[in-house]
């Protein structure tokens, strides 16, 4: 088999794996309410719920990264998918109070894992591709979430149980993943592994500020888009489920082009103009006369957070090219530390003061990012400078080497 043949199938198949972590989280995230109505969690026990995922994926996220030391990435993901979509599938099978916390708990784990070594073997994909394919990944996972959140809402207008819900996904993803994980690419046996270094840590961390903002601003949208449409802004009840569909699709567009205008501009430019567009989507939120000029905000959101995630963890690769399965496991925890802390900030500010007044936060947040362009590239930081190799037929020339 040629090299170009097996990166592109290698190149397929975790396009594949991101597109059903994208399906699964949105199939479980949507239907939140139906979980808490089948078990009886009270409003109070909730949020210790929601939050026992993100804490736990976090603590997977460290295991991972020593986990990568002794297995390839592509093993840990061959079995934390699988563990995700059956896990998912628990959370509907239960009936016990116990049960869906065991399944919550599986599920945390192993999203932690998947997360983590889908992201290890995008970044090392892109890196033996010699251009910029980590927005890609990313826009297979919109996709699916869109799908998944479409499936979610279906079940919910027909009454379907959970169990009901879920089966039909987990029937077609699982055996497909596991096909697809035959086709998976790590890095070349002489790139070993060799620590971050000294003061790698240091270097890492104003990615890991910039990945922790860019999630406080997708959870601000994810949690209180419709809320905010509905009571600040005075839309119906059907109009406020638009903003976060619309925020949905706006992040798949521009994650399916942005590839080109990393390759085309570098990713440095490319995650400063995102930043730009994101805070002024903040912005148009926050002064929004009216439902339509809110919903501006929102695509405008999606716009400009959409690039920043993929580029940040292909930055890591970058940056430590002979330990970025390190970095990037440390980088994936952020994710989570985003996700924990953007709704209750936003909604403890909205309470305590305006719903106004918080969306200027994530805003302010967000901007944090122009400070720590120069972690994404420069012009003179590119594939095949260091790292030249013969052009296949799927391996293109150009682009910042992230």
């Known amino acids: 088999m040629t090299v170009d043949v097996r990166l592109r199938r ?11 972590q994208g399906v699964a989280f949105a199939l479980l995230v949507t239907r939140i309410p139906a979980i808490q109505d089948r078990y009886g969690i009270s409003d109070g026990l909730l949020p210790a719920f929601l939050a026992a995922v993100p804490v736990l994926a976090g603590v997977s996220s460290v295991a991972t990264e020593h ?4 297995v390839a990435p592509s093993a840990v993901l061959r079995w934390a998918q699988p563990l995700v979509l059956l896990s998912l599938l628990g959370v509907g099978a239960g009936t016990e109070m116990w049960h869906v916390a065991a ?12 997360d983590a070594s889908m992201n290890m073997l995008g970044v090392s994909l892109q890196r033996a591709y010699g251009r910029s394919i980590m927005l890609g990944f990313h826009a297979a996972y919109s996709l699916g979430g869109i ?25 077609v993803l699982l055996p497909l993943g596991l096909v697809g ?3 998976y690419v790590d890095a070349p046996a002489e790139a070993q592994e060799k620590g971050l270094g000294a003061g790698g840590g240091k270097l890492l961390l104003p990615l890991c500020l910039v990945m922790a903002c860019a999630y406080i601003g997708d959870s601000t949208v994810a949690n209180w888009s419709a809320k905010y449409l509905q009571d600040v802004l005075g839309s119906s009840e059907q109009l406020a489920t638009v903003p976060y569909n619309v925020y949905m699709v706006t992040t798949l567009i521009g994650r399916a082009v942005g590839d080109l205008g990393v390759r085309r501009f570098g990713a440095a430019a490319v995650v400063r103009g995102g930043t730009v567009v994101a805070a002024s989507g903040f912005a148009v939120v926050a002064a929004a006369p009216g439902a339509w000029v809110g919903m501006l905000g929102f695509t405008l959101l999606g716009i400009g957070l959409c690039v920043i995630v993929p580029q940040t963890f292909a930055a890591a690769g970058r940056l430590f090219p002979g330990a970025s399965d390190t970095a990037i496991a440390r980088l994936n925890i952020f994710n989570y530390v985003g996700f924990l ?15 106004r007044g918080a969306m200027l936060v994530p805003m302010v947040l967000v901007l944090i990012t122009l400070f720590h362009a120069r972690s994404f590239g ?3 930081a590119r594939y095949g400078v260091r790292h030249e190799r013969p052009r296949v037929v799927d391996v293109g020339r150009g682009g910042n080497e992230v």
């Open 181 to 183: 994980s035959r086709s």
């Open 341 to 355: 802390i953007g709704s209750p900030l936003v909604g403890g500010i909205g309470d305590a003061w305006s719903y």
């Open 103 to 114: 399944a919550l708990g599986a599920f945390g784990l192993s999203v932690g894992a998947l």
């Open 10 to 20: 290698g190149r397929g198949a975790l396009g594949f794996s991101f597109f059903a």
């Open 147 to 171: 799908l998944g959140a479409s499936a979610a809402w279906a079940g919910a207008h027909w009454h379907l149980e959970l169990f009901v819900s879920y089966l039909p996904a987990v029937v």
């Open 67 to 70: 986990l990568v030391k002794r």
């Open 378 to 380: 420069s012009d003179v």
